[in-house]
Nanobody
Framework: VQLQASGGGWVQGGGSLRLSCSAS????????MGWFRHAPGKEREFVAG???????RYAESVKGRFTISRDNAKNMVYLQMNSLKPEDTAVYYC????????????????????WGQGTQVTVSS
């Protein structure tokens, strides 16, 4: 199982980016997937998650600005990020859980079994 995150870059505040996570080894429709981020000097934090059944969950800090989605035909998971803020600057990681997650576990990094290598997002003010 391999995950590959891409799509990061530099953007001015208020701009948009779309992150992509490609998966190999198993169909993403069989996984619960999540996006996490890690900013310098901070702990890794949950950003968004999507379960097999399609329900989604977001961190309060990104609600209304970020959207997680999945394209089962392409075996991809996306994170559309709009209205970006400097505080969104971080390395973003996609993750997959080998077993179905209960709702309360979606936000917990320890619940995920596989991780991509991360992609840097930098938002300037």
């Amino acid at each position: 199982v391999q995950l590959q995150a891409s799509g990061g870059g530099w953007v001015q505040g208020g701009g948009s980016l779309r992150l992509s996570c490609s998966a190999s080894g198993r169909a993403v429709r069989r996984w619960d997937m999540g996006w996490f981020r890690h900013a310098p000097g901070k702990e890794r934090e949950f950003v968004a998650g999507i379960r097999q059944r399609g329900d989604t969950r977001y961190a309060e800090s990104v609600k209304g600005r970020f959207t997680i989605s999945r394209d089962n035909a392409k075996n991809m998971v996306y994170l559309q990020m709009n209205s970006l803020k400097p505080e969104d600057t971080a390395v973003y990681y996609c993750a997959a859980a080998a077993s179905n997650l209960i709702s309360s576990s979606v936000t917990q990094s320890a619940a995920y079994d596989y991780w991509g290598q991360g992609t840097q997002v930098t938002v300037s003010s």
